[in-house]
């Protein structure tokens, strides 16, 4: 019988052959590579050729190590000589015609499709035909998708009758619930294709009648809250079984950004909230109306609760209204206003208290006027809509440099205090102010504050006893409390010393490095999170700056760090990427004062937390503040049977607006159960499941050894092959020559390589601690869209493009118009308060009025024009040629990859430089030059910049072949399929994992 065509997930390589599918089971077909570009390997049309020799003695080469290639003679067949003609610079062979990889929406003859560029709704919120894991088919030119294969063979039907005769698929036995169908494939020698990353979670399968409501929002984005399994055993012994972890990971407050595509949140602003009399849970769209609709069942904990009386009437027009309407009902994303009665107090105004080192190293950086002339600049941006923002300025250095701003006074007394024993505050009256009253002072004060210490010889920080002061000065309000230093705090209260050993680094005792070194700074965030004080650091030094212990303060108070090594004003890139970054938090919408708490529906119970916050009960996380795009992560554990048909996770954040409201923000996510181990498995998310991993190992790290997180992360890798092995493969317990996993694990070993050699986990004895512990915090915070490139780089060839990669194509969307009208004071209107405002404009479509004249209309939106990028390439050096130009980035950095022998059209065009030797390796900001193919390099650059979430802003290096070595073994260091440091290729990898499962099958 033929088997049907399955998705692609790993490629073969080139030369190898797959083994025959397993008994009983329809194996992966792999789809082999496409061609590299001309000169590049063909696909193999004919079918897979002899196995390679991979025994001892093969001398045929298997392992990739950072080497060169220089075999193919594509040079610039993207390149435009023109108006986009692929023409080529002299000298050069002509390639072969490029094929067209992308797809351009609206012109349907581009048949194939694009890797997306980094964007909102990457992969999760484009509507797509139904594929292998359930909610997209498989990306054109990457492998074929389940469906009707020759023949007309339903993959998905076979697969499903064949796993029921088995007992293994199916739906857990749940009558009328269908789930993903489970496909087998072998990775042993096969190649890892990145555009798996950018693939969407695994369909979620609920029970016909468990949702209320038709909205496709019912369900949340997986970009607010996924999890590791989009099928919840009803069972621990199930769990435990399948080695899967179960978790969720949430982004509360994810930025909304609608001129690329996004919707705002919307808003129930009639105060009527309607929860469950037993344990609280808001009203969803999964709740089910009972006795005529006068009551509702919780879908948590199935008592039945009385529907508020004003819940369907429209006190805005004094009218019935249409209860199937309501926001809560339609959408899994959703924000209430609260009444009085949510509220301890009423919401205190926003308050930004600035700690500036003003020592030698923070005025000799450049740090100080930089940031006094951002600030200054960003007075407007900051969030002041009511006109009651308070503001403070404190000057560091030995000393404390208070600053009094009277209401209506341009000129600013500075009182020094020098008793850092015991800190007082100097008119405590005049030294927080608000914005608006004191507003000619505070920039008459910015615009000369460097000047005033320029000529600074002192060297050494209080800043213990800066953060002292602050707390004394806004405890009774909370707010924000923003430290920018340039130096080791050295005396008072908090003085750390330097303790870096470069004998501890690559040692057990490496982890001593990356705990807090002084119990200030565990006890004092504790204070601050009880007064809502939140603090972000940022933290410039050419030296030793114990970023792991200044980081503990905004681990535990919801805060963020930024961290900018070897900072210099002087390089205009440093400047920029302070300067953007820091303008972008100061314009940030503040959400404070806020309480998270996750409810579950019965028989599950959340365990474990990662992130910043501090954890007030076993179900309550404190954050003074929750930054926009921070994630974090919660696991969960299976407490008792589940018996309902679908479970449930609510995750709430009670908190204060920056204009005066008390709001109440509901994530929802409705998941199927099971009670088979292959719909378990079929629907397991790799991304969530890394991300979760990730979190887990940087605990361990911290309060164990690095060793044992490594060994954490490679042992359940192990454990999760071995028992898929064992349970859902003919070869049960025996040894086998294949790597057999779900087709949607299929990258789970590749991102669970990229955490292995991730710079916060890999072991080395190079890596200082500052930039481990930095890392760390990265690690725990960036939520998905924003990590998996930061494990996983993001590879491109530019030398030899297509010609439609680094331009833009339109792009629009069809919206209600009462969508529109309902996200009235949500996130949009936040931005658009802030500086954020859409520019897109609006057109009335055709639709027909309600009764209220806007029901039925719809508005097309002229979205945020999208940049097309090139097709990634693998981590290898492998495809890397000595005349290429090449793109990585991570999004915390871009690297410009150069090849000795780039022809001198090329670095004239892109870099405006005659020749390869005549170019300087560095960080650098690209000239702005009148040709083709420098506009589309820039547009490329600015895409990387902008299109992901977060205020970061990538510094751009040109890394040459043979140029400075600590650069290029950087850039180097992102190509995981290679072998680094003492680290294993990805080949090498797969065998060793092979071999472990083989191990502990026997």
Not at 117 to 145: D, E, L, Q, W
Not at 732 to 754: D, M
Not at 849 to 858: I, L, P, Q, Y
Not at 863 to 872: A, D, G, R
Request: proline letters at 9%; glycine letters at 8%; aromatic letters at 8%.
């Amino acid at each position: 019988m033929q088997g049907p065509p399955q998705p692609g997930g790993m490629r073969p390589l080139p030369g190898s052959t797959m083994p025959p599918p397993q008994p009983g089971l329809q194996a992966q077909q792999l789809s082999p590579p496409p061609p590299i570009g001309p000169g590049g390997p063909p696909a193999n049309a004919g079918g897979p050729g002899p196995p390679p020799a991979m025994g001892p003695g093969s001398r045929r080469r298997h392992y990739p190590t950072a080497h060169l290639a220089a075999n193919s003679v594509s040079y610039s067949g993207g390149f435009d000589a023109g108006a986009g003609a692929g023409a080529n610079y002299p000298g050069q062979v002509a390639p072969a015609e490029i094929q067209n990889q992308f797809f351009t929406p609206g012109i349907p003859e581009n048949s194939v499709a694009p890797t997306p560029g980094p964007g909102p709704g990457a992969g999760f919120t484009s509507p797509a035909p139904a594929g292998p894991y359930g909610a997209t088919s498989a990306v054109p030119g990457r492998g074929g998708a389940p469906g009707q294969g020759p023949g007309g063979y339903d993959a998905a039907a076979a697969l499903g009758s064949q796993f029921n005769s088995m007992n293994l698929g199916g739906a857990g036995g749940i009558p009328g619930q269908r789930g993903n169908p489970l496909y087998t494939v072998n990775l042993s020698g096969s190649i890892p294709n990145p555009g798996d990353l950018e693939r969407p979670p695994p369909d979620i399968h609920l029970p016909p009648n468990a949702c209320i409501s038709t909205s496709p929002k019912a369900n949340a984005d997986p970009s607010y809250q996924r999890s590791t399994l989009n099928a919840v055993p009803t069972t621990a012994a199930l769990l435990n079984k399948s080695k899967l972890p179960l978790g969720i990971i949430l982004s509360p407050y994810r930025s909304v950004r609608q001129e690329e595509g996004d919707d705002p949140v919307p808003v129930v602003s009639d105060t009527v909230i309607a929860r469950c009399r037993r344990c609280r849970t808001y009203i969803n769209p999964y709740v089910q109306f009972i006795e005529g609709g006068n009551r509702w069942k919780c879908c948590m904990c199935n008592i039945s609760n009385e529907v508020p009386q004003m819940f369907d009437w429209d006190q805005e027009n004094n009218r019935p209204a249409d209860r199937w309407k309501r926001p809560e009902l339609n959408n899994a994303v959703v924000e209430f206003i609260a009444p009085r009665e949510y509220m301890v107090r009423p919401p205190q105004p926003p308050v930004y208290v600035f700690l500036i080192d003003i020592s030698y190293h923070g005025t000799n950086s450049g740090m100080v006027a930089t940031a006094a002339r951002t600030l200054l600049e960003s007075l407007d941006r900051l969030p002041n809509e009511d006109n009651r923002t308070k503001v403070a300025i404190i000057g560091v250095d030995t000393s404390l440099h208070f600053f009094c701003l009277p209401p209506g006074s341009t000129d600013a007394e500075m009182l020094v205090v020098s008793d850092l024993d015991d800190v007082f505050l100097p008119k405590p009256n005049d030294l927080l102010v608000n914005l608006s009253e004191a507003r000619a002072g505070i920039e008459n004060l910015l615009g000369r504050f460097a000047d005033m210490f320029k000529d600074t010889g002192v060297v050494g920080s209080a800043m213990g006893a800066a953060f002292q002061a602050a707390y004394k000065m806004v405890s009774p309000i909370g707010g924000k409390i923003m430290c920018l230093t340039a130096s080791l705090p050295s005396i008072g209260p908090g003085a750390l010393k330097n303790r870096e050993d470069p004998k501890l680094l690559g040692t057990p005792k490496e982890s001593t490095l990356l705990t807090s070194a002084s119990q200030f700074y565990k006890t004092f965030p504790i204070d601050c999170s009880r007064s809502q004080i939140s603090v972000d650091m940022f933290l410039f030094s050419a030296a030793y700056t114990d970023v792991a212990t200044l980081a503990c303060l905004p681990r535990y108070t919801g805060g963020q760090t930024y961290f900018y090594p070897a900072f210099h004003a002087s390089r205009s890139e440093d400047a920029t990427k302070f300067a953007h970054e820091f303008a972008e938090v100061l314009a940030s919408p503040i959400s404070y004062e806020a309480v998270l708490r996750l409810r579950a529906t019965k028989g599950l119970r959340a365990t474990a937390f990662h992130g910043n916050f501090f954890v007030r009960s076993t179900d309550l996380l404190a954050l003074p503040a929750v930054p926009l795009d921070q994630s974090y992560a919660i696991e969960l554990e299976i407490e008792e049977t589940i018996t309902a048909p679908f479970v449930v996770l609510q995750s709430v954040v009670l908190h204060s607006t920056s204009y005066g409201e008390r709001r109440i923000r509901v994530v929802n996510l409705a998941l199927p159960t099971t009670s088979s181990m292959s719909e378990v498995y079929s629907s397991a998310d790799q991304i969530a499941i890394a991300t979760l991993l990730a979190n887990k190992a940087v605990e361990r790290s911290i309060h164990h050894r690095l060793e044992d997180a490594r060994d954490a992360l490679m042992n359940k890798l192990v454990d999760i092959f071995t028992t898929y092995k064992n349970t859902m493969t003919s070869s049960g317990s025996g040894a086998s020559a294949q790597l057999s996993i779900a087709s949607n694990l299929a990258v789970l070993p590749l991102l669970v390589l990229a955490l292995l050699k991730h710079v916060g986990i890999r072991a080395s004895s190079q890596i200082p601690s500052d930039l481990r512990a930095y890392a760390q915090a990265l690690l725990t915070t960036l939520p998905t869209q924003q990590l998996i490139p930061y494990l996983h780089a993001n590879f491109y060839s530019l030398h030899n493009m297509p010609s439609n990669a680094g331009t833009t194509v339109a792009r629009t969307k069809e919206v209600s118009a009462s969508l529109l009208a309902d996200a009235a004071g949500s996130d949009a209107e936040t931005a658009q308060k802030n500086g954020e405002a859409d520019t897109s404009t609006t057109t009335a479509a055709e639709g027909e009025k309600g009764a209220d004249g806007a029901e039925g209309k719809t508005r097309v939106i002229e979205l945020k024009p999208s940049v097309i990028f090139p097709p990634k390439l693998n981590l290898s050096s492998e495809r890397l040629e000595r005349h290429g130009l090449y793109l990585i980035e991570d999004g915390q950095n871009i690297f410009l990859w150069i090849g000795r022998d780039a022809v001198p059209q090329l670095t004239l065009d892109v870099f405006d430089v005659p020749s390869y030797s005549a170019l300087r390796g560095g960080k650098t900001t690209l000239p702005v030059l009148d040709n083709p193919m420098n506009k589309r390099v820039r547009e490329l650059v600015k895409a990387v910049r902008e299109g992901k979430r977060g205020v970061y802003y990538p510094n751009l290096y040109i890394v040459k072949e043979d140029g400075e070595p600590s650069l290029r073994l950087w850039a180097l260091s992102m190509l995981l399929e290679d072998r680094f440091e003492g680290s294993p290729s990805y080949m090498q990898f797969m065998g060793q994992l092979r071999d472990k499962v083989n191990g502990g099958s026997s």
